[in-house]
Nanobody, 121 residues
Framework: QVQLVESGGGLVQAGGSLRLSCAAS????????MGWSRQAPGKQRELVAV???????NYADSLEGRFTISIDNAKNTVYLQMNSLKPEDTAVYYC???????????????WGQGTQVTVSS
């Protein structure tokens, strides 16, 4: 009953920036964490960043501080600011949320459909 709607992907030149958004909607009793992962062709899906509802964030080491994750609890929305983009950042980016939707109050993981980010060289 929880859905994640992503937006903000597109085509940019190397060195450019994009901001991805992901809004969670539906029956949400408690939002625990939201995050982003990505998957490039021929590669495994990898974690990009995760943030708790309290704002504590963790990032993949390979991102070198270029990406910033943030959360708006009032809107149940997570953002990913991507700066200094490189061609190797090209991937499908997936939004994830760990949600307690209601009784029996067990956390459930939800995933968005993914949004394409393409960085040209």
């Amino acid at each position: 009953q929880v859905q994640l709607v992503e937006s903000g992907g597109g085509l940019v030149q190397a060195g450019g920036s994009l901001r991805l958004s992901c809004a969670a909607s539906g029956s949400i009793f408690r939002l625990q964490t939201m995050g982003w992962s990505r998957q490039a062709p021929g590669k495994q899906r990898e974690l990009v960043a995760v943030i708790t509802s309290g704002g504590a964030a963790n990032y993949a080491d390979s991102l070198e501080g270029r990406f910033t994750i943030s959360i708006d609890n009032a809107k149940n929305t997570v953002y990913l600011q991507m700066n200094s983009l490189k061609p190797e950042d090209t991937a499908v980016y997936y939004c994830n949320a760990a949600v307690v939707p209601g009784p029996p109050y067990r956390p459930v993981d939800f995933w968005g459909q993914g949004t394409q980010v393409t960085v040209s060289s």
